[in-house]
Structures are given as C-alpha cells and as structure tokens.
Antibody, heavy 120, light 107 residues
Framework: QVQLVESGGGVVQPGTSLRLSCAAS????????MHWVRRAPGKGLEWVAH????????YYADSVKGRFTISRDNSKNTVYLQMNSLRAEDTAVFYC?????????????WGQGTLVTVSS | EIVLTQSPATLSLSPGERATLSCRAS??????LAWYQQKPGQAPRLLIY???NRATGIPARFSGSGSGTDFTLTISSLEPEDFAVYYC?????????FGGGTKVESK
C-alpha cells in the first residue's frame, strides 16, 4: 500500500538548520508531485512547499521562501525539506503529502508527520 | 493569496444530527476545492475533492456542494467517529491555501 514515512524532526535552537526526509513506497514515486504541509500547535494546516515529479517546478509559501528548500531523489524514493534560519514560529508537525494525481494538487495520502520544535 | 474562511469555528452536535460546514473563498476557485478531516493525534485525510467527489473509502454520509466562492460540507447523520476538525483547501492558485478549520464536537 502507499506509504509515506517522515523523519528528521527534533528540537533545535532558533537560527539553526534541520533537514526532514520522507521515504515513499507503494507507488511510482517518480510520477508524482510531492508537498510538505505543517500544523503548528493550536493552529490550522499550512501548505509549505511543493516539488513536481521531475523536480523542475518548486513552489513555496511566503512564510518559508528563502529559508526552506524542497528537493527529491527519485532513485531513493525520497523527498526532503531543508530548513534554515529556523524560527520559533516554525514549530509544527510537518507532514509529507503526495499529489492525488499528476498535476492534481489534492493531498492524498499523508504521512504520519514529524515534529519540529524550535526553542532556545 | 486566496483566503478561505470557514464557519462556524466550532459546531456542537449530537450523534445522528446533520452537520453543515461552510467555506468561503476570497475570490473564485471554480470547482477546485477539497475537504479534509483531522482527528487528534492523526494525520489529515482527504474526504472530498473537486467540490463533490468523495475520496476512496469515504462514506456516503459525507457530501460536498458549491461553486465559485461558497462551498458546503454536509455530514448527513453524525457517527461517533466523525467528531474531528475539518479543513477546506483550494488548488486554484499558488500558494495553495487551507481554511482555518471547523471543529465538530460532541454536545
């Protein structure tokens, strides 16, 4: 079955960096766009970044543009989120999500999430 | 940025009752709107896409309607497992955006 497994979360200090990974299985990874979506404590869902199936197109939320970079390795069925200059407001559960279909930006399925805590 | 406004913020209902959730967009998104359900401690899951299409495995008591800027998610008869937070999301334009969510709680 389709599975997305995030890793790399943890507790970090403001201003530092962290890289999240998402290992995909159960589908042809190289055919699907991927996203990161987050949910901060007590808040709603926020889309963070998207990468196309071939890594040519990348989009970011304004809140992370210039600080976060999404990438993928289709040979490893893995998508990454490099997060630099982390701030307290980046504290959230980060979910890895797949496009429902090619070019169809509905989020299905979701990984279980990885918690990132930015605190001094 | 397309802003999605969900109402009410909280809906207090009893099992068996009908739930009606609203999502309003700041500009037309056509039919490019979806709904998600999130339960505590779980990842969200896709319920409805393209306004009214149920995702795989979603029961028929969930239905969606609307177009342009005004959309509705209806749960015809609440089951105990339906008490959760519901989000709408648009894919009409970048950035992709979510509504703030509606919490459906047990009265």
């Amino acid at each position: 079955q389709v599975q997305l497994v995030e890793s790399g979360g943890g507790v970090v200090q403001p201003g530092t960096s962290l890289r999240l990974s998402c290992a995909a299985s159960g589908f042809t990874f190289s055919s699907y766009g991927m996203h990161w979506v987050r949910r901060a404590p007590g808040k709603g869902l926020e889309w963070v970044a998207h990468i196309s199936y071939d890594a040519i197109k990348k989009y970011y939320a304004d809140s992370v543009k210039g600080r976060f970079t999404i990438s993928r390795d289709n040979s490893k069925n893995t998508v990454y989120l490099q997060m630099n200059s982390l701030r307290a407001e980046d504290t959230a559960v980060f979910y890895c999500v797949r496009d429902k279909a090619y070019g169809v930006y509905w989020f299905d399925p979701w990984g279980q999430g990885t918690l990132v805590t930015v605190s001094s | 940025e397309i802003v999605l406004t969900q109402s009410p913020a909280t809906l207090s209902l009893s099992p068996g009752e009908r739930a009606t959730l609203s999502c309003r967009a700041s500009q037309s998104v056509g039919s490019l709107l979806a709904w998600y359900q999130q339960k505590p401690g779980q990842a969200p899951r896709l319920l409805i896409y393209d306004v009214s299409n149920r995702a795989t495995g979603i029961p028929a008591r969930f239905s969606g309607s609307g177009s342009g800027t005004d959309f509705t998610l209806t749960i015809s008869s609440l089951e105990p497992e339906d008490f959760a937070v519901y989000y709408c999301q648009q894919r009409s334009d970048w950035p992709l955006t979510f509504g703030g969510g509606t919490k459906v709680e047990s009265k």
